[in-house]
């Protein structure tokens, strides 16, 4: 099982970025996908994350109404689509899947066994 984030980049303040998700080995619809977030020093932190049934999403306070998960199942990949970015934003990016993860443990990153290597994206000012 492999999980491939990309998409990261430089992106000035305000701008858009899409990440992309790409898996091997598992199937997406299956499996509550969610995205990660770290900066150095500290704790990886939740994004955002679509569950596998009924497809419920969630977000961080910090990116609602900004950020949005979505799936293509044809391409088995899933996506966070990052609008109106800030600096705060900066970050290493990771996705991460689980085929056994209940909708209360969604923010808890020990909850997925399988994690992307991650992508930077950094916000300018």
């Known amino acids: 099982v492999q999980l491939q984030a990309f998409g990261g980049g430089l992106v000035q303040t305000g701008g858009s970025l899409r990440l992309s998700c790409a898996a091997s080995g598992l199937t997406f619809s299956a499996y509550t996908v969610a995205w990660f977030r770290q900066v150095p020093g500290k704790e990886r932190e939740f994004v955002g994350g679509?569950?596998?049934?009924?497809?419920?999403?969630s977000y961080a306070d910090s990116v609602k109404g900004r950020f949005t998960i979505s799936r293509d199942n044809a391409k088995n990949t899933v996506y966070l689509q990052m609008s109106n970015l800030r600096p705060e934003d900066t970050a290493v990016y990771y996705c991460?899947?689980?085929?056994?993860?209940?909708?209360?443990?969604?923010?808890?990153?020990?909850?997925?066994?399988?994690w992307g290597q991650g992508t930077l994206v950094t916000v300018s000012s």
């Open positions: 679509l569950f596998r049934r009924g497809g419920t999403t």
């Open positions: 991460a899947a689980s085929s056994t993860i209940i909708l209360s443990s969604l923010r808890v990153p020990s909850s997925y066994g399988y």
